[in-house]
């Protein structure tokens, strides 16, 4: 059960990570929002299914806590979405990210 546990947390990790790095090289804001969005949604219930393997009696608490945000991340998102839509900054693109150079 050990190792199942830190497989998922493993895959958890791995997630947030890529979330992380999403958000730095995305161009604009609406990217940026589903690379974080998707990709921390995966990695935080990958960390409660992981801990939920490693600590049994946490299990309750953990599927409620994976369902909360499961509920609310993407809700989260879509309203960040959609104020940039509101506000014109959908289509900001950010001057600098994992791959441009100052001065281009």
């Known amino acids: 059960m050990q190792y199942i546990g830190y497989f998922f947390l493993l895959i958890g990790a791995v997630f947030l990570a890529l979330a992380g790095l999403g958000i730095y090289r995305m161009?604009?804001?609406?990217?940026?929002?589903q690379a974080g969005t998707k990709a921390s949604t995966m990695g935080i219930v990958?960390?409660?299914?992981?801990?939920?393997?490693?600590?049994?009696?946490?299990?309750?608490?953990?599927?409620?806590m994976?369902?909360?945000?499961?509920f609310t991340s993407p809700i989260a998102s879509h309203a960040i979405c959609k104020a940039a839509i509101k506000?014109?900054?959908a289509k900001?693109?950010?001057k600098?990210?994992?791959?441009?150079k100052e001065g281009e």
Request: glycine content about 4%; aromatic content about 16%.
């Open 92 to 94: 900001l693109i950010l």
């Open 27 to 33: 161009p604009d804001v609406l990217n940026q929002s």
């Open 66 to 70: 994976a369902l909360f945000f499961l």
């Open 87 to 89: 506000r014109n900054k």
């Open 46 to 64: 990958g960390l409660f299914i992981g801990f939920a393997f490693l600590k049994p009696l946490w299990a309750p608490k953990l599927i409620l």
């Open 96 to 100: 600098e990210n994992a791959f441009s």
